[in-house]
């Protein structure tokens, strides 16, 4: 068995900043890229931010220069640090995860379970 759990939405006001953490849990040998995506009220699920193993990062235009993605491979966490907030970031965040599990074959994708942020005055 293998869990995502997501963790440090809430409520913001315009211009506030989150910090949203992700732990992955379990029968984990590996874990390959991880990600934040989000979801907005009647919209699809878009990628937010993904980091590789290896440090190397993306993030989607709506966000570059205000989020900040990063990762502890030791401790299979990822991190999603949001400043400058605005009310079109309101949406369940979910973190993503490759992962090899011990006696799997290959990589399957996990989610989490989803965190609320809505940026309101």
């Known amino acids: 068995q293998v869990q995502l759990v997501e963790s440090g939405g809430g409520l913001v006001q315009p211009g506030g900043s989150l910090r949203l953490s992700c732990a992955a849990s379990?029968?984990?040998?590996?874990?390959?890229?991880m990600g934040w995506y989000r979801q907005a009220p009647g919209k699809q699920r878009d990628l937010v931010a993904g980091i590789t193993r290896g440090g190397y990062t993306n993030y989607a235009d709506s966000v570059k220069g205000r989020f900040t993605i990063s990762r502890d491979n030791s401790n299979n966490m990822v991190y999603l640090q949001m400043n400058s907030l605005k009310p079109e970031d309101t949406a369940v965040f979910y973190c993503n995860a490759e992962i090899h599990r011990f006696g799997g074959i290959g990589y399957s994708d996990y989610w989490g379970q989803g965190t609320q942020v809505t940026v309101s005055s």
């Open positions: 379990g029968s984990i040998f590996r874990i390959n890229t």
